[in-house]
């Protein structure tokens, strides 16, 4: 059969066209072999998928804490914000192997450098360091405010350790980079050194004999008794003939006695003493430190008071020895030569002494300087009175009965003799009473006041004398006609004077108890020792104001 003319052409067009995408589907397929997936399936139309991108970082163990982070919240940070996958492995004892994944070559790359931007980092690490334990009071400071400094100045978190690690080191530890735990030692161990140096100060001042705080000695217009061989004391006055005092051993006081300087004297009815101890070396520092610092032009301005007010703690300057100390303003009165002025009555705490002031004169007292507790203490001479003293109806006085203001000045100036007041000789009291203190400044509470007993040396060196039974043998004074032994029960001064009796270390309670109790000396100028304006130069017309000696800050 023969073939139409026009069917032919159609059969030869479809055999050319099959061939020819024969060699188009083999030419594709041998062209994306070849490319390895880079070129566009023509029948599928998909994109082939890149390989996962890797690398590696030695990380050493010191810096893997910085890279995981508090409770592996910084790795989670880097995984979740780089999609990454981050494991870590073994590599040797010093460091380990850090192994980062991820979806493609940027993503590994970002999250290479925020682990080396970890690693970076300063290191936070906490170190110690073994103190004297003496020290740790100075490191500290008043209410911690030493410690504070330190850890402001340092950026370090410093803490002294709970308990101590033996009876004379205890542990500091210090949180921080080691730039900062650096800064924390220096300082650290300044402290250490001034502690160290305020010792030395304290035992050598020891060995020295303390500077009478007033320019002479108190003068007594009455005659000086002459002790002679046979333990008497001769009084060439009428009214206080020969008069034998008997002498008794320091070891027949009994209980209760403790050495002290009679500071101030107000009468035998009121004056002020300091026990001697580990306390009165640090007084001497602590007014040799004022001293030096208040003479200072430049911290004087620093200080500068504009608005004294009743019962302030200041820093003023003796004027009978232009030290420094610490005093209150006790009262506030007007000047009568400068009208619309006042003049400032100053009560030195340490000492029990008063004096009239300029308020352009004091200026504020420095933290550092308040930290020791004040350390003048009232009393009154126990079982005696002023001869002139009518007798009462009532024997029995009224509690907080003052009787300074009836003692004739030269009993005071004998008294002053036989104490050697602020002379700084070592004396005996013995406290035997007390007696109900008032304190006139509202919202303060009042504590007893011990009644002592004081004693001597003797010429011979060993005996100690009675000084209130020497007054009563001069005739100065007399035995009191009111014998408040039933009180003693009541007592909790006698008490503490009883059970710490006898050392320096057990004195310190006493020193508490009856230091708080220890008011300031009244406006009325006494043996000399209210120095400053004079009291004629003001016009006492305000309310006069008592303070308390401790307590006040």
């Given at each position: 059969?023969?073939?139409s003319?026009p069917?032919?052409p159609?059969?030869?067009?479809l ?6 995408g024969?060699?188009?589907y083999?030419l594709?397929?041998k062209?994306?072999?070849?490319s390895k997936g880079?070129l566009v399936?023509?029948?599928a ?5 890149p390989e ?12 893997i804490?910085?890279?995981?982070g508090r409770k592996g919240y910084?790795l989670?940070h880097?995984q ?5 996958v ?6 040797d004892g ?18 290479k450098e925020?682990?080396?931007k970890e ?7 906490t170190?110690?360091v ?6 740790c009071?100075?490191?500290l ?7 504070q400094?330190i850890?402001r100045k340092s950026m370090?978190?410093v803490?002294?350790?709970g308990r101590a ?10 949180t921080g ?6 800064v924390?030692?220096e300082l650290i161990a ?9 010792r ?9 004999t303390?500077?009478?705080r007033i ?14 061989d046979?333990g008497?004391q001769?009084?060439p006055?009428a009214?206080?003939p020969q008069a034998?005092?008997?002498?008794q051993?320091?070891a027949n006081?009994?209980?209760g006695q403790m050495e ?6 107000v009468?035998p ?6 026990l001697?101890?580990?306390q009165?070396l ?5 007014v040799?430190n ?6 200072q032009?430049q911290?004087?301005e620093?200080h500068?008071i504009r608005?004294?007010y009743?019962?302030?703690i200041?820093?003023?300057?003796f ?8 005093a209150?303003?006790?009262?506030i009165?007007?000047?009568e030569?400068?009208p619309?002025?006042?003049?400032l009555d100053?009560f ?7 004096q009239?002031t300029?308020p352009n004169?004091?200026y504020?007292?420095k933290?550092?300087?308040l930290?020791?507790?004040?350390q003048?203490?009232?009393c009154?001479?126990?079982k ?5 003293q009518q007798?009462q109806s009532?024997p029995?006085?009224s509690?907080?009965?003052s009787?300074e ?6 009993v ?9 007041v ?6 005996v009291?013995?406290i035997v009473?007390y007696?109900n203190?008032?304190?006139p400044?509202h919202?303060r ?5 011990p009644?002592?007993e004081?004693?001597?040396t003797a010429?011979n060196?060993t005996?100690l004398?009675?000084?209130?039974q020497?007054l009563i043998a001069?005739?100065l004074?007399?035995?009191t006609?009111?014998d408040?032994?039933?009180?003693l ?7 503490l004077?009883?059970t710490n009796?006898g050392?320096t270390s057990?004195?310190s309670s006493?020193d508490?108890k009856s230091?708080s109790?220890?008011?300031?000396a ?5 043996s000399?020792r209210h120095?400053g304006s004079?009291?004629?130069?003001v016009q006492?017309?305000?309310?006069q104001y008592?303070?308390?000696?401790n307590?006040?800050h």
């Open positions: 059969m023969k073939a003319g069917a032919i159609l059969i030869l067009g055999s050319l066209l099959g061939a020819s024969a060699y188009l083999m594709f397929k062209k994306r072999s070849n880079d399936d023509f029948f139309g998909k994109q082939s998928k996962p991108a890797t690398s590696e970082l030695i990380i050493s163990n010191s810096l804490p910085l890279v995981i910084t989670k880097i979740q914000s780089t999609g990454a981050i494991s870590f492995s073994d590599h010093s460091s380990q192997r850090c192994c980062i994944q991820g979806p493609s070559e940027a993503v590994v790359e970002r999250a925020m682990i080396l690693t970076a980092r300063p290191l936070t690490i170190e110690e073994v103190v004297p334990q003496a020290a009071g100075k490191i400071g008043r209410c911690g405010d030493e410690l400094e850890c370090a978190k803490w002294l350790e690690r033996s009876e004379s080191e205890r542990r500091v530890m210090i980079t080691e730039a900062q735990i650096k924390a030692k300044q402290k250490v050194q001034e502690d160290s140096e305020s030395k100060l304290l035992l050598d001042s020891s060995l020295q303390r500077e009478p320019r002479t000695p108190p003068s007594s217009s009455a005659p000086t008794p002459t002790p002679n046979g008497k001769s009084v006055s009214a206080a034998t005092v008997a002498k051993s320091s006081l009994g209980t002290v300087f009679v500071s101030t004297i009468s009815s009121k004056f002020y003493v300091q001697v101890g580990p009165s640090e007084l001497d520092l602590l040799q004022m001293t030096v610092y208040y003479s032009p911290n004087r620093l500068r608005k004294p009743l019962g302030q200041v820093a003023a300057e004027n009978a020895d232009n030290k420094w100390y610490r209150e303003i006790s009262a009165l007007p000047n030569y400068k619309g002025e006042v003049v100053l030195f705490g340490d000492y029990g002494d008063n009239y300029n004169e004091v504020e007292l933290p550092e300087f930290a020791p507790r004040f003048a203490i009232e009154f001479l126990a005696v009175e002023p001869v002139q007798q009532n029995m006085p509690a907080d009965a009787s203001d009836e003692w004739d000045p030269i005071v100036n004998r008294f002053e003799e036989l104490t050697h602020a002379q700084w000789k070592k004396i009291w013995k009473t007696r203190g008032k304190s400044l919202g509470e009042s504590s007893p006041i009644g002592v004081l004693y001597d010429p060196g005996d004398i009675n000084i209130g020497q001069e005739g004074a007399r035995n006609t009111y408040r032994t039933d009180d029960s009541r007592s909790q001064l006698f008490r004077g009883l009796a050392s057990q004195s006493i508490e230091a109790s220890s008011t300031s009244s406006t009325v100028v006494s000399g120095t004079s009291p004629e130069q006492p017309n305000a309310v008592r303070s308390l000696a307590g006040t």
